[in-house]
């Protein structure tokens, strides 16, 4: 079956301009996560999906960070403004169901901030 | 939401010998214990998971073990390879999040 899809891949941008993520989930998965992994660090979780709803965004900095996943399917991730503190790999990941079941991640995209 | 300890930060291990990685978790309701591998570069996957009805699951040369009442689980890799060597990290599913830790650098030394 295809994977979880993301683009682009590597990204560089100056500070205070603005990013924005795309991610293909697998066909049917209702569940939708986007992390992000600063280097040395394990997956931090910025916004959960079920459908096309959020279930948890509690750690999304919501002055500057946005999702969407219009139609339950296909959703994009916004930074703007960047911050210095913004450079790690974003991956998104999808499974069939809620938490409880196997996340298939995406090859993820290096957002470098200068 | 749960909070995911992840020990040791890296393991360096002869090759031949076992690795051990151990996980405790904060919220006894979690329910799904998975783990990942994720080499230089890729992506996470999982190469193991373990449900809260279970005490112990074994897949070839990996194991996890599962302690509800102390709230830990652990990875144990036995005859260790070079192919093993990456980053493994530990999870934790409460209610709809799947909460990691911070990863264990596993590095076998031929």
């Known amino acids: 079956e295809a994977g979880v899809a993301q683009s682009p891949r590597y990204k560089i941008i100056e500070k205070r301009q603005s990013v924005a993520f795309w991610c293909n989930p697998i066909?049917?998965?209702?569940?939708l996560y986007w992390y992000q992994q600063i280097l040395g660090q394990g997956p931090k979780l910025l916004i959960q999906?079920?459908?096309?709803?959020?279930?948890?965004d509690s750690q999304l900095p919501k002055d500057r960070f946005s999702a969407e996943r219009l139609k339950g399917v296909d959703s994009t991730l916004k930074i703007q403004p960047a911050k210095l503190e913004d450079s790690a790999v974003y991956l998104c990941?999808?499974?069939?169901?809620?938490?409880?079941?196997?996340?298939?991640f995406g090859q993820g995209t290096r957002l470098t901030v200068v | 939401g749960e909070n995911v300890e992840q020990h040791p930060s890296t393991l360096s291990v002869q090759e031949g010998d076992s690795a051990v990685i151990k996980c405790t978790y904060s919220d006894s309701a979690s329910n799904y214990f998975p783990w990942y591998k994720q080499e230089l570069g890729k992506r996470p996957q999982l190469i193991i998971d373990?449900?809260?009805?279970?005490g112990e699951k074994k897949d070839q040369r990996i194991a996890v073990t599962l302690n509800k009442t102390a709230k830990h689980f652990s990875l144990h890799i036995t005859e260790t390879q070079p192919e093993d060597s990456a980053v493994y990290f530990c999870?934790?599913?409460?209610?709809?999040?799947?909460?990691f830790g911070a990863g264990t650098t596993v590095t076998v030394r031929a």
């Open positions: 999906f079920q459908n096309n709803g959020v279930v948890d």
């Open positions: 990941a999808s499974s069939l169901a809620s938490g409880n079941t196997e996340a298939f």
């Open positions: 999870a934790a599913s409460l209610l709809l999040e799947l909460s």
């Open positions: 373990i449900r809260s009805n279970v």
């Open positions: 066909s049917g998965h209702a569940t």
